[in-house]
T-cell receptor, first 113, second 114 residues
């Protein structure tokens, strides 16, 4: 059974700081690893999708890495901005006949001006 | 813009009174999912449709049902809501079930049970 853990649960940083969010998963037979952003009271927005054959993906100031052997993924945010304040969730995809996503509980990020 | 739409955004119901949440999509995706997310918890998959094929998660209570009358619409029916069913309900879609592409989420419906 896949379990996904995110540490820290909350993070507060000043604007401009580079930061790393961590995600760990128990089942290395992961199909893909996704990072989502969730604003308060809203749905999820996909940020990055890393297939199991890939090591990392980049989009703008975001870079996500995947290390299946250690069961870890990181989301790197460069030059953080107040608009980055949100909850970031990672989700491990398992191919159980379909792409089932198992989510972590998220890291709540606050970027102060 | 193509998107996933959920109505209503907020729903208040009474204990035991049936309620229906709706989801529509303009993406023409084959797969539609329903997730339950309780406060400060991870989204939890309830079930999904692959085209007309309904797939229930093993631990989804019988109190939860779903209908997909056509490609664009999917409904979540809660037959007898309990206080523990208060949560955000998220609808998502994906083109297929291969995992090569991401899931697209709607804004969610927040359900309050009085």
């Amino acid at each position: 059974k896949q379990e996904v853990t995110q540490i820290p649960a909350a993070l507060s940083v000043p604007e401009g700081e580079n930061l790393v969010l961590n995600c760990s998963f128990t089942d290395s037979a992961i199909y893909n690893l996704q990072w989502f952003r969730q604003d308060p009271g809203k749905g999820l927005t996909s940020l990055l999708l890393i297939q199991s054959s890939q090591r990392e993906q980049t989009s703008g100031r975001l870079n996500a890495s995947l290390d299946k052997s250690s069961g870890r993924s990181t989301l790197y945010i460069a030059a953080s901005q107040p608009g980055d304040s949100a909850t970031y969730l990672c989700a491990g995809g398992r191919n159980t006949g379909f792409q089932k996503l198992v989510f972590g509980t998220g890291t709540r990020l606050l970027v102060s001006p | 813009d193509a998107m996933v739409i959920q109505n209503p955004r907020y729903q208040v119901t009474q204990f035991g009174k049936p309620v229906t949440l709706s989801c529509s999509q303009t993406l023409n995706h084959n797969v539609m999912y329903w997730y339950q997310q309780k406060s400060s918890q991870a989204p939890k998959l309830l079930f999904h449709y692959y085209d007309k094929d309904f797939n229930n998660e093993a631990d989804t209570p019988d109190n939860f049902q779903s209908r997909r009358p056509n490609t664009s619409f999917c409904f979540l029916d809660i037959r007898s809501p309990g206080l523990g069913d208060a949560a955000m309900y998220l609808c998502a879609t994906s083109r297929d079930r291969t995992g090569r592409e991401t899931q697209y989420f709607g804004p969610g419906t927040r359900l309050l049970v009085l």
